[in-house]
Every structure is written in C-alpha cells, then in structure tokens.
C-alpha cells in the first residue's frame, strides 16, 4: 500500500499551491479521503475531507472559502487547490485513506508547505 503526497513548496502569503495526493495497493474508490496537517508544536488537525464518490466535502473553519478537495478515482487522486495562502498555513500536510467501514486507514509521508514573503 502506498499513499504519496506531492505539490508542496515554498508560496508567498496570497499565493496559491495544488496538493496531489495518489494511492495505490487498495481500493481508492471505496476510502474517504483527507487531509490534515501539522505545524510545528501542534496537533495535527483536519483540513478537509472528501466521501468516496466524490459527492460530500467538509472542511476546517480556518480553510473554507480558501481551500477546495477534489478527487478522481478514476486516476486514483484526490487534490487540495490552496488559495488565499496565509502563513498560519504553513505545515506539513498529510494525505489519509480510510475506508468508513472496515475503519482501515493509511498515511502518506507528508509534504511540507511553507508560505512566508
């Protein structure tokens, strides 16, 4: 099983980044896919999160109206288009496969993104 993050990188405030996450070894249509992320000293929090077929998102208070998940299964993807970037976004971000039934779950490795003038 592999989940693989790509898509990070250093931004100015008010920029934007596009999050590529793939997986592979699992059934990818069948798991809700998120992201969360962690800052340095702190607790790693959801930032959003996407059902199966694609037909429900939610999403953090302090990312909505900036941030948009997306996923294709057909290509095994899910996506994070980032706007509006604001320092307090810096992190590293984490791709998570769960499928809600059998509660099975996995991680990528992070990738970290900076956004700093």
């Known amino acids: 099983v592999q989940v693989v993050e790509s898509g990070g990188g250093l931004v100015q405030p008010g920029g934007s980044l596009r999050l590529a996450c793939t997986g592979d070894?699992?059934?990818?249509?069948?798991?809700?896919m998120s992201w969360y992320r962690q800052a340095p000293g702190k607790e790693r929090e959801l930032v959003a999160t996407?059902?199966?077929?694609?037909?429900?998102?939610d999403y953090a208070d302090s990312v909505k109206g900036r941030f948009t998940i997306s996923r294709d299964n057909a290509k095994n993807a899910v996506y994070l288009q980032m706007n509006s970037l604001k320092p307090e976004d810096t992190a590293v971000y984490y791709c998570?496969?769960?499928?809600?039934?059998?509660?099975?779950?996995?991680w990528g490795q992070g990738t970290q993104v900076t956004v700093s003038s």
């Open positions: 998570n496969a769960r499928n809600s039934d059998s509660g099975i779950g996995y």
């Open positions: 070894g699992f059934t990818f249509r069948r798991y809700r």
């Open positions: 996407i059902v199966s077929a694609g037909g429900y998102t």
